[in-house]
């Protein structure tokens, strides 16, 4: 929900006295039996740089029965699903108190579910899904190779989260050559080891986290091309993993992203299948089962996804780079988890990395587009709908594998690092809050670079990189410097 549309529902209902505007007026003209509404929510969707103790709360158009975990559900990219305290029963306000502060530039998705009623005891019509990131403590965006963790063959994908819930962030890596997933453990000040193999991830391609059954551990996913299939590794706690289910039938499986797609509270999956020129959307049951729920037909060559609430309706949305077609497809979700899609980017040059973020700080997320074939990021501008156009093209980059987004230098807006896999760098691109990137740092010795992933590794309250490079058959960990 942007600005503007609160500002419009907000005037509405004062004119239809639903809500106590100006303090004096009443509720009364309100049919008690009809669904509650939401009108607003803090922090704001898709707000760059929201507080690390940041309370999270919804406002519903009437008396709300009090909020429980199941109701009012918020998920940590890093962290998983929240412990925390829930206060609000019996106003329109329901709030949420993490246990603990938010991590440095993690992504936060809340969702409010059917589960949540009015006073009266009517649930939502339909759930309200928004995310927003954390901000971080500040950096200068020059990052320091600062170690290389070796024992890799040919790492192709790479995420950060506290596998071990010890407080620090971890790293997991899809080893395309290792037919493996290698889990490295922070042991301290953003010091790496190997501690884990999970083997029989054959051709593992991608691998994303996201806490599949609820309990608070983030599990992951592993796209592995070579069978066709993505597993799912439940995390048992303490980071030891163990494959909780295989979905087949993803031909090429090449890229993963997670989202509450039916706003349940369970985060579902997308996989990006290269070889059947599709997106296939799979459901979570609740329990971390997952179950195909439809198959988007004419991604050609499909090679990359990202989620946002494209067109700030309170669903998250997908898009996906296609490879084949030079297009990046924007799928639109009806809300119930079912997407269709919106529209079509063309212009793209063998596109294969996406990400996400509000670029201009206009309160809806744009894309940026990685396009391997022109050494180029294309920067795509969001008009609040959905509809994307190009606002920049950043030149001088080299066979782009992977983008990620994350606020390096601590002024509060979302900057780029870019994965050049041809000329053995890591490039850092600086947003100047308005969505115009210019080159910032780079950094060398990432021999054929082919994965990100990004986190305060160091606890220094900056955002730090990691970096799997396919050519070296190593990670290495580049600090954000003060
Ligand atoms: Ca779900
Ligand atoms: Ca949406
Ligand atoms: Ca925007
Ligand atoms: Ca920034």
Known sequence: ?????????????????????????????????????????????DESAAGSSAVVSATFDRNMNPAATGGFVVQGTMTGRLSGTFSGGGTPVLSFEPALSFRPGEGIEVALTRVLSSGEG????????????????????????????????????????????????????ADFGADAVMLLTNVGSGNFAVTGTMVGQIGARAVVAGDWDGDGNQDLAVANSGVNSVAVLRNLGGGAFA???????????????????????????????????????????????????????????????????WDGDGDIDLAAANFGSNTVAVLRNDGTGAFAVQG???????????????????????LAVGNSGANTVAVLRNDGSGAFALMQTIDNQTGVAALITGDWDGDGDLDL??????????????????????????????IGVSALAAGDFDGDGFLDLAAADDGSSSVHILTNQP
């Open 1 to 45: 929900m942007k600005n503007v549309r609160w500002r419009e529902l907000w005037a509405a209902c004062c004119a239809f006295g639903i809500l106590a505007c100006g303090g004096a007026g009443d509720e009364a003209t309100s049919n008690p039996a009809e669904p509650p509404a939401v009108v607003g929510v803090s922090p704001q969707p």
């Open 122 to 173: 009517t649930a939502l019509d339909q759930p309200y899904v928004y995310r927003f990131v954390v901000e971080t403590g500040g950096g200068t965006g020059v990052f320091i190779d600062d170690q290389t963790i070796g024992g890799m063959a040919n790492p192709a994908a790479a995420v950060a989260g506290d596998w071990d819930g010890d407080g620090d962030l971890d790293l997991a890596i």
């Open 243 to 309: 494959v909780a289910g295989t979905i087949d039938g993803q031909e090429g499986a090449r890229a993963l992203n997670a989202g509450d797609w039916d706003g349940d509270g369970f985060m579902d999956l997308a996989v990006a299948n290269f070889g059947s020129n599709s997106v296939v959307v799979l459901m979570n049951d609740g329990a971390g089962f997952f179950t195909v729920a439809a198959t988007l037909p004419g991604m050609e060559g499909a090679s990359a996804l990202i989620s946002g609430d």
């Open 344 to 366: 079509t980017v063309s212009g793209m040059i063998n596109a294969r990395a996406l990400s996400a973020g509000d670029w201009d700080g206009d309160g809806d997320p744009d």
């Open 417 to 446: 690092a870019v994965a050049n896999f041809s000329s053995n760098s890591v490039a850092v691109l600086r947003n100047d809050g308005i969505g115009n990137f210019s080159a910032l740092s780079g950094i060398a010795g990432q």
